[in-house]
Antibody, heavy 122, light 105 residues
Framework: EVQLVQSGGGLVQPGGSLRLSCSASGFTFSSYAMHWVRQAPGRGLEYISVISSNGGTTYYADLLKGRFTISRDNSKNTLYLEMSSLRPEDTAVYYC???????????????WGQGTLVTVSS | TVMTQSPATLSVSPGERASLSCRASQSVSSNLAWYQQKPGQAPRLLIYGASTRATGIPARFSGSGSGTEFTLTISSLQSEDFAVYYCQQYNNWPRTFGQGTKMEI
């Protein structure tokens, strides 16, 4: 059974940094791209980033480029999202999502983590 | 690619049929998915390829369309279907979602 278990959310001050983690099981993690998607409270879904199976290819939504960094450790079956210079508008539930066997392949999002809440506030 | 869903809220009774619309600002071919989200839960994939039901999704859910116009139809609403529904295109980058349609009783 595919499982994506997230951790690392919490309260952070504006301008601060935070790292989210997503621990994967039930599939060969190192063979699949992974994505991050977020959802502000009471709002819709916003795409953040994708990383290829070996970490060599990444893509970011333009609005977030430069502040967010996606990475992975295939030896630990774990995906990361490093967030810096955080703003109140980054407050959201962040989801990790299992991708396809290549980063840019056209596939829907079939497995999602449970989500982790990041609150940016002083 | 901007995805526009309508209506924002749909009020229906159990047993009724519901149709939700999704329009893309440019062609996404058939690379269109529908998701259902309930409060406090992650989205669940319902339909992909515009019309293919995901594993375990009941036959009362159906999707249609291609290019820029898509529809999700629920033939006979059950109590567990009251949720928010999102469309998503996975043809162009960045992947984008509609703003959602809230299905309420």
């Amino acid at each position: 059974e595919v499982q994506l278990v997230q951790s690392g959310g919490g309260l952070v001050q504006p301008g601060g940094s935070l790292r989210l983690s997503c621990s994967a099981s039930g599939f060969t993690f190192s063979s699949y791209a992974m994505h991050w998607v977020r959802q502000a409270p009471g709002r819709g879904l916003e795409y953040i980033s994708v990383i290829s199976s070996n970490g060599g290819t990444t893509y970011y939504a333009d609005l977030l480029k430069g502040r967010f960094t996606i990475s992975r450790d295939n030896s630990k079956n774990t995906l990361y999202l490093e967030m810096s210079s955080l703003r109140p508008e980054d407050t959201a539930v962040y989801y990790c999502v299992k991708g396809g066997n290549t980063a840019m392949v056209n596939l829907p999002f079939d497995y999602w983590g449970q989500g982790t809440l990041v609150t940016v506030s002083s | 690619t901007v995805m526009t869903q309508s209506p924002a809220t749909l009020s229906v009774s159990p047993g009724e049929r519901a149709s939700l619309s999704c329009r893309a600002s440019q062609s996404v071919s058939s690379n269109l998915a529908w998701y259902q989200q309930k409060p406090g839960q992650a989205p669940r994939l319902l339909i992909y390829g515009a019309s293919t039901r995901a594993t375990g999704i009941p036959a009362r859910f159906s999707g249609s369309g291609s290019g820029t116009e898509f529809t999700l139809t629920i033939s006979s609403l059950q109590s567990e279907d009251f949720a928010v529904y999102y469309c998503q295109q996975y043809n162009n980058w960045p992947r984008t979602f509609g703003q959602g349609t809230k299905m309420e009783i």
